[in-house]
């Protein structure tokens, strides 16, 4: 919760003295340090729609900042304008879906979940309609406040039947995810991290695989399972404990519905150790509840289940580096958290 | 002996007296289920009559057929109508009437596309069926070929934001195979349309979002032969509405007169009386 808005502030700074900026809604989610690829959907999609001419882009004016313009500029005359309207966007792409095209429709994640949820539900998913729809700024991706912030995205569609929920982690994985998702029959909604978007994966030997949860790295003292850009974090948390000789399991699993409970509950009932779930998503009904759910009813019992994941509240505005550390999603607040569970 | 678009030319029957058929099929299925949306079915079949024996190209046997025009019924709860008229085009077989509303029945309640043959869209969430009307004659644009889009909704779906949504973007995108129908007998859920939230002046709206725009008596064959006929013959790349000032209950006198209600009640006895009325008033 903000602070009272009748009090007074001045200006915080930085642990660095430097000025905090709220990041832009176009900026990038990668670290200064991080090796990055541009617009890994865009180019994907449009590396795609050369061999497939069935692939058709529609957007709700939202064009640059899911990174369709990518394939808007190759392809103007397969790519469709449907202005700041997203009911219209889900019930035209199920339209054109029907008339057997392949439609990749991009909004911002918050207007898909809330604002056309019906549309998608009743116009796309209800019929097994061949619609992707791709949505930028997922969970605690900017500091504008609940208005963008789509923190319960992954809860809402998680209980619609038919649907194919991706949250990818890093520019290998929407690539490949892109790819997958076009060959997949069906409604497919899928997280979209865009811009200069972080490149991680492919010092895992990683390929992606629709439904697949897959091992990272493995480590004996506790299991993260993660998903999104939190496999990132979760990445980074492993080495910086394994300076500490915490040694932990990474588990990507990027496809939330169809779950692979198969590969969960194998590497949970493996040694037994403490499962720790992170997400970039409300502590409702999201991965971790997904993986509790598959766990209680096989009569796995890990040591101990934390998650890691976004507070049930409406989340502050400001700078992305504080949001994260405040709400416990940053490198540094996860591998506090799994110390201290860890004991 | 068939049509060259497939569709049957049984012995001279006039566009009145397919209206009359469909009516008779939706009381037949009232009477199954002893309810259905009756009084709006009753005064929709004249422009059901009007798409499907005049303006509408389809295959009753083949009701996929690439090259049929679309017609979406966004109204979902409209479906006993479009059922009539399915039947009475050879698409659904007359003798499953019995089984209307019915478990396992290919003839719900409300109309969705997984279940029947000729139903294009699932509707019934209403405000959709213009959205997805509009996608399917841009994906038909796209795919060049020369069939239409035809949108049936009600008045009561002009409350919704989508529809204007999707009117804007259909004069946007320039879709001049779209042709929209609304229903206008001014009557929702909890009362008359107009006083629920007053949509008049409509036609003026439609125009003023690049609509070509017609208003005609939907009970009115004439009327609707010639609107019908105005519409496919714009050439102007731009979609069409046609407005229908419709009946309730229409053809069916003491339907007609009872007070005026969303979900009509009607007697158990009154489904025979009902079909008695209709017969005669043809026979007139």
Redesign the interface.
Known sequence: MPLDKYTPRTVKLGPNGERLMTSAMIASIAGPDQRTAPAPFGHALTKLAATNPKIIGMTADLSKYTDLHVFAKAYPERFFQMGMAEQVLMGSAAGMAREGFTVFATTYAVFASRRAYDFICMAIAEEMLDVKIVCALPGLTTGYGPSHQATEDLAIFRGLPNMTIIDPCDALEIEQATAAIAAHKGPVYMRLLRGNVPLVLDEYGYTFELGKAKMLRDGPDALLISTGLMTMRALEAAKELEKDRVKVGVLHVPTIKPFDEATILREANRTGRPVITLENHTIVGGLGEAVAGALMRSDTRPTRFRQIALPDQFLDAGALPTLHDRYGISTSEVVRRVKAWLG | MTSASGVPHLPNLTLADRAYNIRRHALRMGEVQGQGYIAQALGAADLLAVSYFHALAYRPHEPEWEGRDRFCLSIGHYAIALYAALIEAGILPENEIDTYGGDDSRMPMSG???YTPGM???G??L??G???????????R??NSSAWVFNLMSDGELDE??TW??A??AS??KLGNLICLVDVNNMQADGPSTQISNFEPLGPKWEAFGWHTQRVNGNDIKALIAAFDAAKALDEPRPRVIICDTKMGKGVDFLEARERNHFMRVESDEWAKAIAVLDAGRAV
């Open positions: 969705m596309a997984a294009e869209i699932t019934g969430s405000g959709q213009l959205t997805v009307a509009l996608g399917m004659a841009m994906g038909l796209h795919k934001g989508s949504e999707a804007m973007a946007s995108h």
